[in-house]
């Protein structure tokens, strides 16, 4: 099956010279990913994998559990906010472009990590991502999930490795 990520982008980070996440009882919060123009499917399969994916590998780090926030942000207390350590993201710039035999696929994330009593983020990624395959080697629906879940793997390995070094031996 010719499925190529080639010389795609790699992921950009960009970390606070105070970066020390604590976050109280070991918890993160995650709210759930804002997303401009992206189907809903391929949105819902970035979140949900993502905050699975940081739940199964949580034995590396000291995090407890990854807790979606399922309330708005506007429906959130921001004093209690404020005193805890979370996740937003973001999801952008998805496009499309098939011909006749083939069809590549890209889209950007984003992913902010606040830490308490901090009014910007302290940790921001970046991920662009993309995919080319062939019409006879497999399907758009396949396709798509695919770059779905490889793009949550890839943002929960990032956060994984960040609360993995604060770990103790």
Not at 142 to 159: F, N, S, V
Request: net charge negative; glycine share 2%; aromatic share 10%.
């Amino acid at each position: 099956m010719l499925s190529l990520a080639g010389c795609a982008p790699q992921p950009k980070v960009t970390v606070s010279p105070a970066f020390n996440p604590a976050p109280e009882d070991n918890i993160v919060y995650v709210l759930p990913f804002t997303q401009s123009l992206v189907p809903e499917d391929f949105s819902e399969t970035v979140f949900d994998e993502f905050v699975d994916n940081l739940n199964k590998k949580r034995s590396r780090t000291d995090v407890k559990w990854y807790y979606i926030l399922k309330e708005e942000l506007k429906d959130i207390d921001p004093a209690w906010l404020a005193r805890q350590v979370y996740i937003s993201g973001e999801l952008w710039g998805y496009v499309e472009n098939s011909g006749c035999c083939s069809t590549e696929i890209r889209a950007k994330a984003r992913l902010n990590l606040f830490e308490m009593e901090q009014q910007e983020p302290t940790l921001e990624m970046q991920f662009p991502i993309e995919v080319f395959f062939e019409h006879d080697r497999s399907t758009l629906l396949e396709e798509k999930q695919k770059l779905a879940k490889r793009l949550a793997g890839e943002m929960a390995d990032a956060i994984t490795e960040i609360f993995a070094r604060r770990k103790s031996p």
